[in-house]
């Protein structure tokens, strides 16, 4: 990133100015850091701090919204799976050495998909207000939840329509490499793992297109695009790499809260839920603020700080 610019490009509205609350500072670099992150290339530390400083900082607008999201979601988990199933299917331990049918594991499999397209759903209103919250906090706005929310509204059919999209093309991908490699055996393997490597880039390639469609207005297709050349521009593998540390430190996260409750919950639906509910609220929007900060370094390193620092405005 480079310091704050002396000609920002303008916008058609009023010039932004500072949040009140901002203070000009700077940090150990001696790099200019108005809100949660220094203005220059950010480090992992960086991510982390800024991570951090974002939910401190706007607690009720990314927490809140986050725990809301979690809470109708798995709601709407436990609604859908009784009306299919006729009842929640709480998770037991098959016994070592036991045959699984798929009788047995298809209320399980139900379960899964049901919580998966519920919680699809429900993070896209999560994803516009994350990125309305996080480009603010650093240039050091505070940003309220009605706020986030009134800016967020506009970004919703957008993000729907890209969501839609990239679930189309990895669900194409995957689906297609399975029927591939069930019908061709070991022949079949060598079209099959072509398509899931595809499946891989893509995934981190498309990592910054909820970014992308708030913060730049652009459309799904346009967005796909963008957010493809903007990870290539500074580095596919150092995104990858990120993203990989980041998902791991929060699956071990997930593991351990999850067996906690189901230890003191003796493996009721009740202890499942709350377990559900918490990591859902915690790992959700973390998750969603370090790709956003991600995309901020991504941008400025490859084009300067100049637009964000006028959008943020």
Known sequence: MTDRPDQPEQP???????????????????AIQLGIVPLRPLTLPDFVSGTVGALRRNARALLGVSLLVAVSGELLRLLVSTLVLGEVPVLEEFKPGATVDWDALYPYATDLAISMVSILLLSIPLTAVVNVVVPRAVFGHTTSARHALREALPHLGRLA?????????????IALAVLVLTAGGGAGALIALPLLVGALYLAVAFTFVGSVVVVEGLGPIAALDRSRTLVHTTGWWRLAGFSVLLNVVLGLFGMVVTA?????????????????????????????????????DYRARAEGIEGLWVKAG
């Open 260 to 296: 906690l409750f189901t230890r003191l919950s003796g493996a009721s639906l009740l202890g499942d839920t709350l377990a559900v509910i918490l990591t859902g609220t915690l790992t959700g929007v973390i998750t969603m603020v370090f790709q956003c900060l991600w995309y901020v």
């Open 161 to 173: 329509l890209v969501t839609l999209v990239t679930v189309l093309i990895y669900g194409g991908l």
């Open 12 to 30: 058609s509205g009023p010039e932004p100015t500072p949040a009140p609350q901002a203070s000009t500072r700077t940090d150990h670099t001696g």
